[in-house]
């Protein structure tokens, strides 16, 4: 059982932004009328992801505008946002879906229906419009913030170059279990238009993670020419970059991990590290570092990434 965290940041009423100018709710444009790249940064992927709240209402509430280009502002899933409650703060992540595993053509062509799949739908021509991309996460856990993109060279430029977070997971084969924003459409291949990155920046309701993803959200629009800003040169050789090897799925109630697990733990290849239904998931190399292991044994939902350090 996860214990409640201290809620140091919680939502507010962001109804005020919900009339936006592109048509579709809770989604905000500017253009500056001159050449340069379209950036998306979004927010509320998952409802209880309030630090993407925070950078968003940030850049809206002072002004933000670009220089050159042009720059969307979203709110993803504001349905499961206003779903919170502080006595359950983690069961408003979704309502049916994952909205960050639902960007394929086969799902969101289908027919199958839910608010994730409605709400996609109606984003699909924002993320297809970008040419960058800022998805704004935090982690149920109070870990060290990181990066997540494809191993493809255009992403990992920008993420060293911004320099936070300071820790990298580079996905060589997509996320192993579904389809994220990050992957959808133009987005997906090795000619994509430009980075498209998750920003995972710390425990969901600590004022730090609210303040880190509002500094990654400015240094991402700097980064791309959008506004000027001063930002620190990263230090060589801080960055750390782990590989994702393995993505597992919970199968069963009785999931459990051989010990607590909060992320960044390590295993020697062949060691145990969870039970999962009648498999047995173990580390499949030397210094198998985890991220990201489910704190509720909910059949359907990820259970474990498996990575290793990238040299």
């Given at each position: 059982?996860?214990?409640?965290?201290?809620?140091?940041?919680?939502?507010?009423?962001?109804?005020?932004?919900?009339?936006?100018?592109t048509g579709?709710?809770?989604?905000?444009r500017f253009e500056s009328g001159k050449p340069g790249p379209h950036v998306l940064v979004n927010a509320l992927t998952h409802g209880n992801e309030i630090c993407g709240m925070v950078a968003a209402t940030h850049l809206l509430d002072t002004g933000v505008r670009p220089k050159i280009g042009t720059l969307t502002v979203s709110f993803a899933h504001v349905e499961a946002y206003e779903a919170f409650d502080a006595a359950k703060p983690f069961d408003n992540r979704q309502i049916v879906h994952n909205l960050n595993r639902i960007w394929s053509d086969e799902l969101l062509d289908g027919s199958e229906d839910s608010p994730e799949l409605r709400r996609a739908r109606a984003l699909r021509?924002?993320?297809?419009?970008?040419?960058?991309?800022?998805?704004?996460?935090s982690t149920s856990q109070d870990v060290v913030p990181f990066w997540v993109y494809p191993d493809f060279e255009r992403n990992a430029r920008v993420a060293l170059a911004i320099g936070l977070p300071s820790v990298h997971l580079v996905m060589p084969n997509g996320l192993g279990n579904g389809t994220p924003l990050i992957q959808h459409g133009r987005h997906a291949g090795e000619d994509?238009?430009?980075?498209?990155?998750?920003?995972?920046?710390?425990?969901?309701?600590?004022?730090?993670?609210?303040?880190?993803?509002?500094?990654?959200?400015?240094?991402?629009?700097?980064?791309?020419?959008?506004?000027?800003?001063?930002?620190?040169?990263?230090?060589?050789g801080a960055q750390r970059r782990f590989e994702l090897l393995q993505t597992h799925v919970i199968k069963s109630t009785d999931f459990h991990f051989v010990r607590p697990l909060i992320g960044f733990e390590t295993?020697?290849?062949?060691?145990?590290?969870?039970?999962?239904?009648?498999?047995?998931?173990?580390a499949p190399c030397d210094?198998?570092?985890?991220?990201?292991?489910?704190?509720?044994?909910?059949?359907?939902?990820?259970?474990?990434?498996?990575?290793?350090?990238?040299?």
């Open positions: 059982m996860t214990p409640t965290p201290t809620l140091e940041v919680l939502p507010r009423d962001i109804s005020a932004y919900r009339q936006g100018n579709i709710d809770y989604v905000h021509p924002v993320v297809s419009a970008a040419d960058h991309i800022l998805d704004i996460h994509a238009p430009g980075a498209a990155l998750v920003a995972e920046c710390g425990q969901h309701f600590k004022q730090s993670a609210a303040d880190l993803a509002t500094e990654v959200a400015l240094r991402f629009l700097a980064h791309f020419g959008l506004i000027e800003r001063d930002a620190p040169t990263p230090a060589p295993f020697a290849k062949g060691e145990l590290i969870a039970v999962n239904g009648p498999d047995e998931i173990r210094d198998c570092t985890v991220f990201m292991p489910a704190q509720r044994a909910i059949v359907g939902r990820e259970a474990v990434y498996l990575t290793r350090p990238m040299v």
